[in-house]
């Protein structure tokens, strides 16, 4: 059991990290974008809401996909699991809800320093 949750936590760690990198990646590559936005008169919060939104439907989309690979291999871990069905509905709503909070928090850090970004800065850069 410490072995699986070491296993677990290892890989939250990672869809952590995998996922911050995409979006920092993403961010910086419409550093020019979120610069003229911002000089034509966006306010931080609608960058924040622009920026996560895209973020969220991936993420959305992932775990969508992940829920359904999972359901479609639990048989295979039927027999190491102890006294809780394969398909236990708390379970996979408590890995969810926290999947989707962590990707969130996530995407919140570039985002976040996205709403920073200087417009006369952006526009220059390249």
């Known amino acids: 059991m410490i072995l699986i949750g070491a296993f677990a936590a290892i890989a939250l760690a990672l869809s952590v990290v995998g996922i911050y990198g995409v979006t920092a ?32 439907f991936l993420i959305v989309v992932g775990t969508v996909l992940g829920v359904v ?31 989707l909070g ?3 928090l996530a995407c919140l850090i570039p985002a976040r320093r996205a709403m920073r970004i200087d417009p006369m800065v952006a526009l220059r850069c390249e």
């Open 25 to 56: 990646y993403s961010v910086s590559q419409r550093t020019r974008e979120i610069g003229i936005r911002r000089a034509l008169g966006a306010q931080s919060g609608e960058v924040l809401g622009l920026l996560v939104r895209e973020e969220f």
């Open 102 to 104: 962590v990707a969130i």
């Open 69 to 99: 690979a999972s359901l479609a291999l639990t048989r295979f871990l039927a027999s190491i699991l102890f006294e809780v069905k394969p398909t236990d509905p708390m379970t996979f709503a408590l890995v969810v809800a926290l999947l």
